[in-house]
């Protein structure tokens, strides 16, 4: 089974800073990758996910970025936070069966000072 | 718009009962539906996934029924206990591979002593 590693889990940083978030999977390959933003009351709203290294696919307009440079690496970047951009994120992957589930990394939340 | 709604929008129980969570969805076309169970600070975690022609599923002491004719779930817990106690989200789908998958906000559930 995959297992997610997200690092760090908790990470306090100021307006302007830039961010780096990395995600890697074990135990899968050629996953379908997620980025994930969780607000307080809110449902997950899907940032980025791809479906192969170098592919990426935005689902709303911001200042964050997203690569993939291995096939299990996930990075979330921001070359400038915002206030707004505090929140828990979570990188997830899907696995070869048709229907498997999202398998959630741990999370980091984030806090833009 | 494809929404999910999830009620109550929190719970408090005693420990050794019973309770049952609430889903509405809109999403359309409908793929399948999930429930998933996150505990404080971690990522969240599969209990059930059910397509179109399934009414009921089960995962030891959860219990989710699935009325796909008038778009509603829900999520039964049985004999309740303290580790129970977490944010029980509700996840629909309308493609394959979870590319277009809708959240709930959840139902933050506390079980007491």
């Known amino acids: 089974s995959q297992t997610i590693h997200q690092w760090p889990a908790t990470l306090v940083q100021p307006v302007g800073s830039p961010l780096s978030l990395e995600c890697t999977v074990e135990g899968t390959s050629n996953p379908n990758l997620y980025w994930y933003r969780q607000a307080a009351g809110r449902g997950l709203q899907l940032l980025f996910y791809?479906?192969?290294?170098?592919?990426i696919s935005s689902e709303v307009p911001q200042n964050l970025s997203a690569s993939r440079p291995q096939d299990r690496q996930f990075i979330l970047s921001s070359k400038k936070l915002l206030l707004s951009d505090s929140g828990f994120y979570l990188c997830?992957?899907?696995?070869?069966?048709?229907?498997?589930?999202?398998?959630f990394g741990n999370g980091t939340r984030l806090t833009v000072t | 718009k494809n929404q999910v709604e999830q009620s109550p929008q929190s719970l408090i129980i005693l420990e050794g009962k019973n309770c049952t969570l609430q889903?509405?969805?809109?999403?359309?076309?409908?793929?399948?539906l999930r429930w998933y169970k996150q505990d404080t600070g971690r990522g969240p975690v599969s209990l059930t996934i059910m397509t179109f022609s399934e009414n009921t599923k089960s995962n030891g002491r959860y219990t989710a029924t699935l009325d796909a004719d008038t778009k509603q779930s829900s999520l039964h817990i049985t004999a309740s206990q303290l580790s129970d106690s977490a944010s029980y989200i509700c996840v629909v789908s309308d493609e394959e591979y979870g590319n277009k998958l809708v959240f709930g906000a959840g139902t933050i559930l506390r079980v007491k002593s």
């Open positions: 791809s479906v192969g290294i170098g592919q």
């Open positions: 997830a992957c899907t696995g070869e069966i048709y229907n498997s589930p999202l398998h």
């Open positions: 889903c509405n969805y809109t999403v359309s076309p409908f793929s399948n």
